[in-house]
């Protein structure tokens, strides 16, 4: 079964089973995200990809496409909304852009960028996260997590394990590791695992490989998020 | 030895990672926390990973990774807890404890915290000792307490007056009038048949009674309808609104009731396996309501081949332990499968895919309650009272400024005015309708009417005289849902704590114009992008507040343009007290005069 929904005035294909973002991607169009990564189980939690569907605010990552749908996706309310809850996530933790090895290929700032993000705008928290630096070829700089859980996804679906998990309650949340000490080098990741390689942000890094790119040379340097998005996931699609 | 006492405890369970919570709560009994050791040894046993526990424990309030004390004191803090001086007798208590509260005494013997309301509203101030409910707290019953508590005297030994908990039922209605004789809700289902029974409860008008208000009837049928080999009955008593304490009476006084229409589900349903989810702070009614459930299996009313009707059901109690979301209906089931009470994305609904991703019917007791009553005297019955969209009646908590709080049932559409009256409540300034999550309304709404098309409750009702402070009752909610707030999802986790903050701003005095504007902005956005219920309604105290007294706000500003967002001097303290300095150089002040 297939039909057609229409997201800001366009009519688009869907076929049985996909999500509205689904839809979108495979037709072109673009649905700002984090969390949301194709081929892996929506989650649906950060929220930066909410669409307006018949009147009604979704996360389009894990609504479900059906025949009829009216959908918002481009308007100056929801583009405002997906700026303040991507600044929220920027306070939450403790993003410093320019010291950080991930900028330029960070989806963070990707989206920041792609949603005209220019300040935090709200009072940060200052929460007080910790390095774990005990794996020789993985990092976790828990300043960095926005609690997407793609490595959670990616270590139970992809790798077969289930190194991380997401801990704690409200804005005590955070991300923890299935070893004896709690620490990385206990656990059971590889370097080569799904899980350390899909964080969107710096939280999770591969050491020494950080500066192999010139900063000024990296993805988001270049090209909007907008477009990268579309291209790497609309091949995942095919 | 922790080995055999675990061995225990999981074998009590059955080995079942859903029984998570029940195994946890039984470890954190017997230690004052969850040892590390132990959460390897349930990783092995259960098959789950060691971060799932991990996750559990963090995620419920009542759980805890470090030791508490072997007296482990909670403090209600709920609005009503407050205006009944809790917070006075809370410090009254840490002194006589010499411990500060959110601390574990240096011996380990007490620990004393605070915790959301414990639904001891018409009776508080009210606490728990290790879990037990303790209700009229005095500074009599604390010193009573804190001796207890010095002597090491064992809590089957502590005087029974302590934990009296009232039903304090005021004003009976349609419900709670004719209670029905056991078994005789099953018998008249049959006798009806199944079919026409739901048509009953379709003709009925039954609107679930946790507050949303959807049609039960309708609900039980798609559930029905599901093809799959198993079902489930949940009942959500999991009722954490502050201010509502309806379900602790109705499971205290009419548990029968609320299993025989649990029953009746099931056989509507085809279910073999029902659930009531019952919440922590009401521990004191456990052991009783296994007993009732005991009592219907030897009575052939649970179990194999009910009444011989070929229907084969039992009911398990799941105990919560401390998280206010699981009363959402797919938190709750995920906490029933052992896991943090996070919300499910829907669809699929729980009638579709519910608990083990089986068609679940997840109703409140109350509803519960009067589906047994209306199998008996049939849908027309219960549509001939109430209004045209609310049928029935309704079964409010009563609390706060009035001279009987306690339990009222009502006919839908019955007036404020009318309840106000009942109660004895004068000098009224507001009330709270639905708890935090519903709606203030000023005593100038008073001729409003309680019913789903205007005033919806999930059975709260908090009346606030005019000697009470709107401000401190709204950041007493504010807070409580950025404590609740699951963290799920971005605009609820860091919303509601940014509602706190800029709230807390504001009501400190360094709120200037832009501020108000800045909190209503929030409000909205928190609103309007929260995954569920409760990031949805947690601005509905600023919001309904600031809507009805926006003077009350303004007062608080300072006629500056731009206010800092902390104290100033206050972030020097630190400073000063390294320094060993408190000179006036020393000192800045927030703005320049």
């Known amino acids: 079964m297939s039909g057609t929904i229409n997201i800001d005035g366009q009519n688009i294909p869907f076929e049985e089973g996909q999500t509205i973002i689904e839809a979108a991607t495979a037709a072109g169009v673009y649905i700002p995200h984090l969390c949301h990564q194709p081929g892996y189980t929506p989650h649906g939690s950060c929220k930066v990809c909410t669409v307006n569907v018949n009147g009604r605010n979704c996360s389009a990552c894990t609504f479900p496409a059906v025949e009829g749908q009216t959908i918002v996706n481009n308007s100056a309310e929801l583009e405002q909304d997906r700026r303040r809850m991507t600044q929220m996530l920027f306070v939450e933790g403790n993003h410093f852009c320019p010291s950080c090895e991930k900028t330029g290929n960070c989806q963070l700032q990707g989206v920041a960028y792609h949603l005209n993000m220019l300040d935090n705008h709200f009072p940060h928290f200052f929460a007080n996260r910790e390095m774990d630096a005990s794996h020789p070829d993985i990092l976790i700089d828990h300043n960095r997590c926005i609690f997407c859980n793609l490595c959670v996804r990616a270590s139970r679906e992809k790798d077969g394990k289930n190194v991380f998990g997401i801990s704690g309650r409200g804005i005590n949340k955070r991300l923890i590791i299935n070893s004896d000490s709690g620490q990385l080098k206990d656990s059971d990741i590889d370097v080569n695992d799904c899980a350390a390689h899909i964080c969107p942000t710096g939280a999770i890094l591969i050491k020494r490989t950080g500066y192999q790119v010139p900063i000024g040379k990296r993805i988001y340097d270049h090209h909007d998020i907008s477009e990268v998005a579309l291209m790497e996931e609309r091949e995942h699609g095919k | ?399 706060g400024d009035c001279s009987r709080p306690g339990i009222y049932e009502y006919p839908f559409g019955v007036s404020i005015e009318q309840i106000l009256a009942d109660c004895g409540a004068s000098n009224v300034l507001g009330i709270q309708v639905g708890g935090p999550s519903g709606t203030f309304i000023s005593n100038q709404e008073f001729n409003r009417q309680l019913a789903f098309e205007d005033l919806a409750t999930g059975g709260s009702f908090i009346i606030f005289n005019n000697s009470r402070n709107i401000l401190e009752i709204v950041q007493n909610f504010t807070h409580f849902f950025a404590h609740e707030s699951c963290g799920f999802c971005t605009p609820c986790r860091v919303g509601t704590a940014l509602l706190k903050k800029q709230l807390d701003k504001i009501i400190e005095g360094h709120g200037s114009a832009g501020d108000v504007v800045e909190l209503e902005s929030l409000c909205q956005l928190v609103k309007s992008n929260s995954h569920c219920g409760l990031g949805q309604t947690a601005a509905n105290p600023i919001l309904s507040t600031l809507q009805r007294y926006p003077d009350v706000y303004e007062k608080q500003l300072k006629s500056i343009s731009y206010e800092p967002g902390f104290d100033l001097d206050g972030s020097l303290e630190i400073a000063r007290r390294m320094a060993h300095r408190d000179d006036a150089a020393a000192h800045l002040s927030q703005v320049e005069d």
């Not at chain 2, 919440?279 to 009444?307: M, P, S, V």
């Open chain 2, 1 to 399: 030895m922790m080995k055999t006492f675990i061995q225990k405890v999981l074998t009590d369970a059955d080995y079942q990672p859903a029984r998570l919570l029940t195994i946890l709560r039984a470890l954190q009994a017997e230690y004052q926390h969850i040892p590390i050791d132990a959460i390897d040894i349930l990783a092995d046993a259960l098959n789950i990973p060691r971060t799932q526990i991990i996750a559990v424990v963090e995620f419920y309030s009542f759980l805890h990774l470090t030791p508490q004390g072997r007296y482990d004191i909670l403090i209600s803090d709920s609005i009503t807890d407050r205006m009944q001086g809790k917070e006075n007798l809370l410090g009254y208590l840490s002194s006589a404890l010499k411990v500060k509260a959110g601390q574990v005494r240096d011996d380990g013997l007490v620990s004393l915290n605070n915790t959301s309301c414990t639904g001891m509203c018409d009776q508080g101030p009210a606490g728990l000792v290790n879990g037990h409910a303790l209700t009229k707290l005095d500074r009599p019953r604390i010193d009573e307490i804190a001796a207890l508590v010095e002597q090491q005297k064992p809590l089957g030994e502590w005087p029974p007056h302590l934990f009296a908990v009232d039903d304090n039922i005021y004003k009976a209605g349609l419900l709670l009038n004719g209670p029905i004789e056991n078994g005789a809700a099953i018998q008249a289902t049959y006798t009806r048949g199944i079919n026409n029974t739901l048509e009953e409860l379709d003709r009925a008008g039954l609107r679930g009674r946790g507050g949303a208000g959807f049609k039960t009837a309708m609900k039980w049928r798609f559930c029905a309808e599901e093809p799959s080999e198993q079902h489930f009955v949940v009942c959500n008593a999991d009722e954490g609104e502050p201010g509502t304490f309806k379900d602790r009476v109705l499971l205290n006084s009419h548990a029968e009731q609320v299993f025989e229409g649990m029953t009746i589900a099931a056989a509507i349903i085809g279910a073999n396996q029902g659930f009531l989810y019952l919440r922590g702070e009401y521990l004191h009614i456990f052991d009783k309501l296994q007993a009732i459930l005991q009592q219907r299996r030897n009575a052939g009313l649970l179990g194999a081949n009910i009444l011989g009707q070929g229907l084969d059901f039992d009911i398990e109690i799941r105990l919560g332990a401390g998280a206010y979301i699981c009363g959402e209906e797919s938190a709750l089931i995920e906490s029933m499968e052992g896991k943090p009470g996070i919300p499910r994305n829907r669809p699929p609904y729980p009638v579709t895919s519910g608990y083990l991703n089986q068609p679940t019917v997840v109703n409140n007791v109350e509803t519960f309650l009067a589906v047994a009553k209306i199998a008996i005297e049939g849908g027309d019955w219960f549509a001939s009272f109430g209004t045209e969209k609310s049928a029935g009646s309704k079964i409010l908590s009563i609390c």
